[in-house]
């Protein structure tokens, strides 16, 4: 094992622990001084608020870092399929870490954050960055995938208003949805077709070829079911911000009605 190699296995073990730590002691102790609703919440919404946390501030460093990997790694974006990054495998790997932590939580709080989807999600996206870390290859490509983190701060946040109930109108939920429905779709939904046509314009070359049969399919199939359920996450954001702008038409016409308008 190489000194890149012991660094990067170290960062995943370091990321699994901190996150465990984030999450079973230091989420609850900030977020009562935070916020003085989290300490009127029940033991099950309170076990969801921690898990959003710990997702919150993974989405934070790994979205970050990911952007910078994606902008200016010079090594990354020279090659795509081949390049050698350190930093782009660092990321992977505290990422790889986040996973498992997540994993781990949530088997043991089942009934109260089981998601079928998630587990899918998690299962997927910890195999195909364990080939990046294992091979070397497509660290460019992981990265480019993990900027979709940057949209899990509003997904989050949006629980969070819930959690604390705060009105679907109001205008910290409507900012925020409006805010999380765009952001969503931009770093989710909207590099599908170009990230897919440089999958196709690579097919064929001799970089790809040499990747081999199990990461080639590895890469097409993992990117497959990752977009499929964005699709369908995007799908369920999009109706929910459209039922909050009928809401907000539908109390638009009401107080107009109670004012003696009809406009």
């Known amino acids: 094992m190489d000194a890149d190699d012991a660094l990067v296995l170290g960062t995943v073990l370091a990321s699994l622990g901190a996150f465990q730590l984030l999450f079973h002691l230091v989420s609850s102790w900030l977020s009562a001084k935070v916020s003085p609703g989290f300490s009127r919440l029940g033991p099950a919404k309170k076990i969801e608020w921690n898990s959003r946390v710990v997702s919150t501030c993974h989405s934070v460093v790994v979205g970050a870092l ?14 795509p399929l081949w390049g050698d990054s350190l930093l782009a495998k660092v990321n992977v790997a505290i990422a790889s870490g986040y996973l498992i932590s997540d994993l781990l939580v949530i088997a043991r709080h089942w009934d109260v954050i089981g998601d079928k989807f998630f587990v899918i ?43 604390l109930q ?21 770093v989710r939904i909207l590099p599908i077709p170009s990230f897919y046509g440089f999958m196709l314009s690579v097919v064929g070359t001799e970089a790809y070829a040499r990747l081999g049969l199990l990461t080639q399919c590895s890469w097409v199939g993992s990117c497959v079911v990752l977009d499929v359920m964005n699709v369908i996450w995007m799908v369920k954001i999009s109706k929910g911000c459209l039922r909050v702008i009928a809401l907000m038409r539908h109390e638009k016409a009401a107080s107009g009605l109670r004012n003696g308008k009809l406009d």
């Open 121 to 163: 999600h998690h299962c997927a996206s910890l195999y195909a960055f364990f080939l990046v870390l294992r091979d070397g290859t497509l660290q460019y490509i992981a990265n480019f995938r993990l900027l979709a983190e940057l949209s899990s701060p509003c997904v989050n946040q949006r629980w969070f208003l819930e959690a």
């Open 166 to 186: 705060y009105s679907k109108l109001s205008t910290a939920n409507v900012l925020n949805g409006l805010l999380m429905t765009l952001v969503f779709f931009v």
């Open 66 to 79: 990911s952007l910078s990997v994606s902008l200016f790694d010079e090594a990354a974006i020279a090659d």
